[in-house]
């Protein structure tokens, strides 16, 4: 927000910041802001994916414990009560995620966290048997976490377990049955690596198309400002955030005057120059924190809050500022003492003030002699 007024713009002005340069933080700012509206669609995937992970590791060190229980005499028994402690961590952290799901940030933790603890148990049982085929059960993990696990730490500490033991077994055993093993584990950890590195790309292009289709559903691609859906998103917000602090909150309905005339005569490109020229000039005129949107045609929508706003001398301040950008403009004002009144009337009560104003514009022109 800019707190320093200019000669050029008194209100809002800044200046210091070229146009190009304050269009860019205000489109980087809407952005952001979409973004910021998108997050708990996110925060539920990342809940539900972790929920569904820490819940299938939780369930196969619950199976292999009872297996050990079932059956103490076998190899997989001598891991009982390690594969007990196992589970009932696992289990717990199962429990945690469906209780408190984690944040957006903290998911992929916590499921990196599952795998150290499988990886761990897997490689302890290894070194428990001293028994190269119980390299299966590191494979198994392998092969699991890769499709699980999307931090590349995580996942480092995870292979690295795992091949903990089957090393210190190529150094001090001369058994060829622990080197068939670790050529095995090489493929399983060659191919644990190229499937993470598959879902990372893929994640990060879902990510990148996902971020397009809201620009795509928030932002106008003519002018660079927000259009209709995105006016709803974010004026929710400034209009909480008014009301939170007692301010008013006022809204200004532009209608280009001789728009179509302009796309007539000069051509569709020149009406275009002219939306453009429009937008940048209301973004150069109000504070980054205030609203601007283009909701269609040649109409444009300014929402802006502030102590003791008066609609007249918003719109006058309006017409002025769009001047020279355009051969005549139609400004309505309405303003909601307290933010008070529901968005959808300040917009309609704008909207009538605007036609009144152009009402009042026609009759002057036919009035001149």
């Not at 490689?123 to 494979?139: C, E, R």
Request: charged share 20%; with cysteine; hydrophobic share 50%.
């Amino acid at each position: 927000m800019r707190d320093s007024p200019s000669p050029a713009h008194p209100a809002t002005g800044d200046p210091g910041a070229p146009g190009e340069d304050r269009f860019a933080r205000r489109q980087s700012r809407l952005a952001g802001e979409f973004d910021d509206g998108a997050a708990p669609i996110a925060q539920q995937e990342a809940a539900g994916f972790v929920t569904v992970s820490t819940t299938s590791f939780a369930g196969l060190a619950a199976a292999l414990t009872a297996a050990s229980v079932l059956w103490p005499d076998s190899r997989l028994g001598r891991s009982a009560p390690l594969l007990a402690v196992a589970a009932t961590v696992l289990i717990a952290l199962a429990v945690r995620a469906w209780l408190r799901p984690p944040s957006l940030r903290a998911a992929p933790h916590l499921v990196g966290l599952n795998s150290v603890v499988f990886s761990t148990v897997a490689a302890a049982h290894v070194v428990l048997t001293d028994d190269p085929f119980q390299i299966q059960f590191l494979l198994i993990v392998v092969s699991g976490i890769a499709a699980r696990v999307s931090h590349p730490r995580w996942l480092a500490g995870a292979f690295a377990i795992c091949w903990t033991p089957v090393l210190w077994k190529l150094v001090t055993s001369q058994d060829l049955l622990w080197w068939n093993g670790a050529l095995v584990l090489s493929a399983a950890t060659v191919l644990g690596v190229v499937v993470h590195v598959g879902r990372r790309r893929r994640e990060d292009l879902i990510d990148s198309l996902h971020a397009r289709l809201r620009q795509t559903a928030h932002q106008d691609g003519l002018t660079g400002l927000a259009n209709r859906s995105g006016l709803e998103l974010l004026s929710a917000r400034a209009v909480m955030e008014a009301q939170r602090i007692g301010h008013d909150v006022g809204v200004l309905f532009i209608d280009i005057d001789g728009f179509k005339t302009v796309n007539d005569l000069q051509g569709h490109q020149a009406g275009d120059d002219l939306l453009r020229t429009v937008a940048r000039r209301l973004d150069e005129d109000f504070r980054d924190a205030d609203v601007v949107a283009r909701i269609g045609g040649d109409e444009f929508v300014v929402l802006l809050s502030g102590a003791n706003l008066d609609a007249d001398e918003l719109a006058g301040r309006c017409r002025r500022a769009l001047r020279d950008a355009a051969r005549g403009s139609s400004v309505g004002g309405a303003v909601a003492r307290g933010a008070a009144e529901p968005l959808d009337q300040l917009l309609a009560r704008a909207d009538t003030a605007m036609y009144a104003d152009k009402r009042s514009r026609s009759a002057r022109v036919l009035a001149r002699p």
